[in-house]
RNA sequence: GGCGAGUUCGUCUAGGGGUUAGGACGUCUCUCUUUCACGGAGAAAACACGGGUUCGAUUCCCGUACUCGCUACCA
């Protein structure tokens, strides 16, 4: 039965894909690994007034960045294809035709405004909702209520009409979700959602049973807000006659706001300073860009493992994981039921660790694709610097700010020059530059040494100038050991920046 | 409102009729150290509430509260 497990992720492209859409997509990626079965790409395009330019493609290259691949999907094909719905559009006519034909749904002529007049009526009446159900589409204009000779006048005239399935009345429709257990729902409960819509597109409804079971798909992974929908589903593979082939449904909890009540949105994002969306998104009506995990300089295996954590738990206590390893110790069984609070801090360790897991030359070479690199200095330089960078950062981004005075001679200020009188640096800096000059060969354990036998001969403590030496360097009072940014910059540049500074302190010195 | 699904430290979560309720992030303390970090060692910190069932409930059942989702010719 494993080989055969076939899983889709199936995302809409309205927009940038979200980073719950992400864990959604990992989710099923992960079944579908452990299992040796295959995922499957497919985009669920129904909705052509929400159609945005370049969403799909953004999709396609989030998945990949993420290093979520798939078998089957609108870029590389398939035996199941096409994987656009909008491609398929002339197979599921002939579905909701068969649903009409077996009585299973009906041609409904409410207009818009009709229907809205109908809810507003209802609401003054005092009634919560409005519900086309068993009920209400007795009063409604369709093929029910109509005769046959005005129904097929309506049809042939052309007039827009929708098809709609026919709830039974008075059943219980039950199926197992692998994350929550039994559930049942009463088709009382259910409205006859609209399958065909008067612009001649299926419903999400209609297209995604279709397609699940045209494509083989044995399980279906896919978010929370899907739960309720589900009993319609259900009742549409039994009215297809699929029943026997309905996939299994695993229902995902969502991901919520750090704080506060709802779910996880871009708004958040923007509130609290940290990404929602796994790569850049530039606004095709506004132009406005929004930056993604990728461009705030995390790992995708960061991200990934972060995502994986969040919702679901491995058996034993791991935090960190590679990707075969999710694939290796994933399960459905072990995913939480309840909805997961967003927590970014927690995104940042993981990222801090594999940071740390990274050489100083990998993570240059990640560096080097942020506009703000360093141009101009070799790469073993910005290697040695990334080595350092990488304990003391916890994203790539951080390493613009941080590894700055490697790159720059730091500004002595004459707040910084005054704090340098007050440590008397200019009685010993000069022979400490002499020292530091006559290395020969300069080693980080020759610095050290020097280091050493400099304290001893001035008598001075490392307290007193330790601090003073990495402000003339360096330029901050916080930052790397002085051996390691001394052995970093090297003994010329070092030296011509303490140079620069004992000039600087000069003509204060003779007063 | 109706229906569905949830609810263990601040957060992500483990666990499960009898446990010192475990881990991780964050916080705090100590340590390392020339500073800040990193690293190492510790600490504080949780079973939403009320009823049952039971010798015993955080765990099982029922309510309540709260949260989320659905309630579109959107997905």
Redesign the pocket.
């Known amino acids: 039965m494993d080989s055969h497990v076939r899983v889709r992720f199936?995302?809409?492209p309205?927009g940038p894909l979200h980073i719950g859409g992400v864990r959604t997509a990992l989710y099923n990626y992960l079944f579908a690994r452990k299992h040796q079965g295959r995922l499957i790409l497919r985009i669920?395009?129904?909705?052509q007034?929400?159609l945005v330019a370049g969403a799909e493609a953004y999709i396609i290259e989030s998945l990949r960045w993420c290093g979520l691949s798939y078998d089957e999907g609108p870029d590389i094909g398939g035996p199941y294809g096409p994987y656009r719905?909008s491609e398929r559009l002339s197979l599921y006519r002939q579905y909701a035709d068969q649903l009409v034909a077996r009585g299973h749904a009906y041609y409904?002529?409410?207009?818009?405004q009709e229907?809205e007049e109908m809810?507003q009526r209802q609401a003054r009446a005092g009634s919560?909702?409005?519900?086309?159900d068993a009920v209400m589409r007795r009063v409604m204009k369709n093929s029910l209520t109509l005769s046959t000779a005005e129904v097929q006048q309506r049809l042939a005239s052309g007039a827009?009409?929708?098809i709609r399935a026919l709830i039974p009345e008075d059943i219980e429709v039950r199926f197992t979700?692998l994350?929550?257990?039994?559930?049942?729902?009463?088709s009382r409960?259910l409205?006859d959602?609209?399958l065909f819509?008067?612009?001649g597109?299926?419903?999400?409804?209609l297209?995604?049973v279709v397609d699940d079971y045209l494509m083989k798909v044995t399980h279906v992974i896919r978010?929370?807000?899907?739960?309720?929908?589900t009993p319609l589903h259900v009742l549409l593979y039994r009215f297809l006659g699929w029943e026997q082939h309905m996939p299994h449904f695993a229902?995902l909890?969502?991901i919520?706001k750090?704080?506060?009540?709802?779910?996880l949105s871009k708004r958040d994002g923007d509130k609290w300073g940290f990404p929602v969306f796994p790569l850049a998104w530039t606004d095709p009506e506004t132009g406005q860009i929004t930056l993604g995990y990728r461009e705030r300089g995390f790992l995708p295996e960061a991200v990934i493992n972060f995502l994986a954590?969040?919702?679901?738990?491995p058996?034993g206590?791991?935090?960190l994981f590679e990707l075969y390893e999710l694939v290796h110790d994933f399960s459905l069984e072990?995913?939480?039921?309840?909805?997961?609070?967003?927590?970014f801090?927690?995104a940042?360790?993981?990222n801090?660790?594999y940071l740390?897991r990274r050489s100083g030359e990998e993570l240059a070479a990640l560096w080097a694709q942020r506009p703000s690199y360093p141009h101009g200095f070799s790469r073993t330089y910005v290697a040695q610097v990334c080595e350092l960078l990488k304990?003391?950062?916890?994203l790539i981004e951080e390493f613009d700010e941080v590894g700055r005075p490697f790159f720059e001679r730091p500004v002595l200020t004459a707040e910084l020059k005054n704090k340098l009188h007050e440590h008397q640096a200019a009685v010993w800096l000069t022979a400490f530059i002499e020292a530091l000059m006559a290395l020969e060969p300069f080693s980080k354990e020759a610095l050290e040494h020097m280091?050493k036998s400099f304290l001893k001969n001035s008598g001075l403590k490392?307290?007193s100038i330790?601090?003073v030496?990495?402000l003339l360097i360096l330029g901050?009072?916080?930052?790397?050991?002085?051996?390691?940014a001394i052995s970093i910059l090297g003994k010329e540049e070092t030296g011509a920046r303490l140079q620069h500074a004992q000039k600087m302190l000069q003509p204060v010195a003779e007063n």
């Open positions: 199936a995302p809409s309205t669920e395009d129904t909705d007034n929400r719905q409904a002529f409410d207009s818009a229907l809810r919560d909702s409005f519900q086309y827009p009409y929708v979700d994350i929550r257990g039994e559930v049942v729902v009463h409960q409205d959602k609209v819509k008067s612009d597109w299926p419903t999400y409804h297209a995604n978010g929370e807000e899907w739960l309720s929908s229902h909890p969502l919520l750090p704080e506060g009540t709802g779910k954590l969040l919702g679901w738990h058996t206590n791991q935090e072990h995913i939480h039921k309840g909805g997961a609070r967003f927590d801090d927690k940042r360790w993981f801090h660790e740390k304990h003391r950062c916890s280091m490392a307290g330790f601090p030496l990495r901050v009072e916080q930052g790397p050991s002085v051996v390691d």
